[in-house]
């Protein structure tokens, strides 16, 4: 291989640092489109953005204050969605001391959740930053994708169509919850028919015989589908029913966060000694 039209820009001496570990994650808003800070017009009414964790399932969610201006906010839309969404959260108590209203107190849908949803590593993440020509790296110990939560648009609708009651209204449905797609659906009530005068009575023998077809293939495969579901309501009821934690949310230019990144970086200048085989190391490589 000729060098000489790829030629070595720089050599960067690595550090490693884990200091932060395993609390070092690495969260994504793949659908905000400025930076995650309070709006000018929450910030002079003096609202701050919060932050939450429910620690079992490991679900965060980060409540950013609306931006009320005129030219951004409707406020009667507001208060039938905050309704709707306290109406959502009295249904998966999910109602917290700063949620729930005061007596007499109208509500309004004055911020944004954004929920997370974590992404399975695969292999080793880390976090790279290159700082007075030195390349620090610290591993990541979790990945979330964080999105705005619209689930209390559904309480809406289905309150909606329970006012209507008009056609295609589920307020039957909304009771339980959703059939199980494995399970074969309710027969239609037959038509009613004359009653016959009883006869005699007969003696009848009936016998069980194994069908040919019924080989017991597709057993196994509705089984699974069926406890694949059972296992999904399990934990989406887990969830409802584990509390919520605050946790206290730092901007960037507060000084925790400022102490936070600086732990980032090693404070060591030991050389790092790898003891890991190269053999070792091509035996964990996939495909190999």
């Known amino acids: 291989m000729d060098d000489s039209d790829d030629p070595v820009v720089s050599v960067l001496p690595i550090h ?4 932060l ?3 070092l994650h690495t969260h994504q808003f793949p659908l905000l489109n400025r930076p995650l800070q309070t709006p000018p017009s929450a910030a002079l009414s003096g609202k701050r953005i919060r932050a939450r964790i429910k620690p ?3 679900r965060f969610e980060v409540l950013v204050p609306a931006d009320t201006r ?3 906010w409707n406020a009667d839309r507001s208060k039938e969605l905050g309704a709707a969404r306290m109406d959502d959260d009295r249904d998966k108590n999910q109602e917290t001391a700063k949620g729930k209203q005061r007596e007499g107190e109208e509500p309004r849908l004055g911020e944004v959740r954004m929920r997370s949803e974590q992404i399975p590593q695969k292999g080793a993440y880390m976090l790279g930053i290159v700082r007075d020509g030195h390349l620090h790296l610290h591993p990541v110990s979790e990945m979330h994708q964080l999105r705005p939560t619209l689930t209390y648009l559904d309480a809406l609708s289905r309150k909606n169509k329970r006012r209507t009651g008009g056609a295609g209204s589920d307020s039957d449905s909304d009771d339980g919850p959703p059939p199980d797609p494995d399970e074969p659906a309710p027969r239609p009530p037959s038509p009613k028919k004359e009653k016959k005068s009883a006869g005699e009575p007969r003696e009848v023998q009936v016998s069980a015989r194994k069908s040919s077809d019924d080989k ?4 196994p495969l ?3 589908l069926s406890t694949a579901r059972r296992e ?3 934990a989406i009821r887990t969830e409802n029913e584990e509390a919520w934690e605050d946790l206290e949310f730092c901007d960037v230019e507060t000084a925790d966060s400022e102490s936070a990144f600086e732990a ?3 404070q060591s200048a030991e050389p790092l000694e790898c003891k890991t085989e190269v053999t070792a190391f091509l035996k964990h490589i996939p495909g190999l």
């Open 16 to 19: 490693y640092s884990n200091a």
């Open 21 to 23: 570990f395993p609390n």
């Open 56 to 58: 079992n399932v490991r």
């Open 70 to 72: 005129p030219g951004f």
């Open 216 to 219: 017991g293939g597709m057993q």
């Open 222 to 224: 509705q089984g699974g």
């Open 232 to 234: 999904i309501l399990l």
């Open 264 to 266: 980032v970086f090693s």
